[in-house]
């Protein structure tokens, strides 16, 4: 076996999601938004001026996939290290061998970080001068939120990129291509799909490119072919290989059935609640969807009503994620009770819309000078500064303007006179009243 039967091989024995990864623009999957022609991504790379970046999104919706054209496209070197198996040394190798780059051949150095939030302050801080510097163009990718979660000096300095799950249509389409591609895909197995088996695989994978493929490749490996030599995946074949079932019901009754479970919530009636909820998880459905909304509804139409409706929402889903199915059932159940059966007031997202939209629409960056940052601007600014007065030294309250001149009038926030908000309320009225 010589040299070149070897890697071909090897090439093989790679997963399909890793044998159909896109190499040009033309390939890649989703994400229209960043990438689309004319975007301000796509244009950079294009004339190999891009700076540092963060790619946030999802997993499979393709951030290591585009770092990897970005490394095809530009003039660069391209380094790639993981956060979780680097160390302050690796980073340090990798930034002297950006400066030789550099000095020598005029290149640039390109550093994929993958799971770049799992970087702690010293690795950080390892690499900040070469960003800095223009040493290495950084490429952060993370599937959490890098404003939270990384050291805020490395944040600011890259511009953050935010990747959507792929639409189910997005991924039925890269699956059919692999079905039909004899180089890189499953083409040379001669494998048909039934429509729904397709569907279920795409809607399952919840947006994840990389499931959908390692599924579909599952089930064509594992699934006999016929007496003719066709390999026929059935929509069984695919629940099997993605080990979820097929919702029980189509597309629009599923809509239909989520929003009654909503509004329920709303209307606080935990016996329908539960009903949908258990509607929609015998569907087929997956349980965090019923959770994502449940917070979303203890928030929305609880608010400080009954502040711990979030509190035993949230907690339901930590005790779900550690238990599972079905004894975490229990606390799911429990939740939705709870939400329905509180206090209800929409006041919390009002106050949002509200706030939102005078930001949006009446930005005034002329906050008043005692509430400014004292830290820099000379003597006016720690006169001003001095004026501030410490809501402790008053017994923990004191009246104040904190809004700019412009929206100091504003009322964002309104409490209900229902559950917790009517001691909000009371305590308000107590406050102007002094």
Known sequence: MDLFDFNENEEKAKPLAERMRASTFKDFVGQSHIVGEGSLLRRAISTDRLGSCIFWGPPGCGKTTLANIIAAQTNGEFVRLNAVSSGVADVKRAVDGAKNNLKMFGKRTYLLLDECHRFNKTQSDSLLPAIEQGTILFIGSTTENPYASMTPAIVSRCRVFQFLPLTEEEIKGALKRALLDRRKGLGAYNAEVEEEALCHLARAAAGDLRTAYNALELAVLTTPPAADGAIRVTLADAEQSIQRRALSYNGDLYYDILSAFCKSLRGSDSDAALYYAFRLIEGGCDPL????????????????????????ATSALTAFQHMGAPEGFLPL??????????????????????ARAAARDRHDDDIPGYLRDSSYGGREMKRESAKYKYPHDYGGWVK????????????????????????IRELRRRKREE
Request: charged share 25%; net charge negative.
């Open 289 to 312: 969807l019923i959770f994502r909304r449940l917070i979303a509804h203890s928030a929305e139409d609880v608010g400080l009503s009954d502040p711990q409706a979030l509190v035993v």
């Open 333 to 354: 159940a429990e939740a939705i009770v709870y939400v329905c059966e509180a206090e209800k007031s929409n006041s919390v997202v009002t106050a949002m819309s509200a």
């Open 400 to 423: 104040q303007q904190y809004l700019p001149d412009s929206l100091k009038d504003e009322t964002f926030y309104t409490p209900s006179d229902r559950g917790f908000e009517a001691a």
